[in-house]
């Protein structure tokens, strides 16, 4: 996982375990493909709050604009990060080896009190963080906002193909 200070990031990937890196990889692959710096760890609300309070509090200044987290099971690291900083922050529930279904973690990641939002996709949806967090990021880029309409026309084309296909 790399987490270089040296470089200039706009998103920060986070998550509870490293065994959750083999979901959010999906969210650094996006993120990549549109071309958008990334940085990648483990931070644990649990196992490391001092760290993951540095994280939360240190994130903006760091020229991070957007925060991707994910966790398993009780999954309290994307509420917690997201009651410390003012960046937006993205959860990913991760459905963990030993999760109920991966119900505990969707709820504890979904259920946010008012005034602390976080923005929560599907089971194991890192791509669907990334692409939000590239959506958030075009909407002061504008080069990126044509490679995001390129990405949905792409996503259009193939179902009219297929569409076609069906049709004869
Ligand atoms: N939910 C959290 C937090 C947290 O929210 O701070 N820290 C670790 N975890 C989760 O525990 C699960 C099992 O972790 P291990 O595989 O390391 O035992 C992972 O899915 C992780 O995200």
Redesign the pocket.
């Known amino acids: 996982m790399s987490n270089t200070n040296s470089q200039n990031f706009s998103v920060g990937i986070i998550?509870?375990?490293?065994?959750?890196l083999p979901v959010m990889q999906d969210a650094a692959d996006i993120l990549k493909e549109f071309g958008i710096n990334y940085e990648i760890t483990v931070v644990?609300?649990?196992?490391t709050p001092e760290r993951?309070f540095n994280y939360a509090k240190e994130a903006q200044g760091r020229g991070l604009k957007v925060i991707i987290a994910?966790?398993?099971?009780?999954?309290?690291?994307p509420g917690?990060v997201a009651s410390i900083t003012t960046l937006p922050v993205i959860g990913v529930p991760?459905k963990?080896?030993?999760s109920i279904d991966g119900w505990d973690?969707i709820l504890s990641i979904l259920q946010m009190p008012n005034g602390i939002p976080v923005a929560t996709v599907a089971l194991n949806a890192a791509k669907n963080a990334g692409l939000l967090a590239a959506q958030i990021l075009a909407t002061a880029d504008e080069s990126l906002t044509i490679k995001m309409q390129a990405y949905k026309d792409e996503l259009r084309k193939k179902v009219e193909e297929t569409a076609a296909e069906m049709e004869g």
Do not use: F, I, Q, W
């Open positions: 998550m509870g375990s490293k065994s959750d644990s609300a649990h196992r993951m994910g966790a398993g099971g009780a999954a309290h690291l917690m991760v963990s080896s030993n973690s």
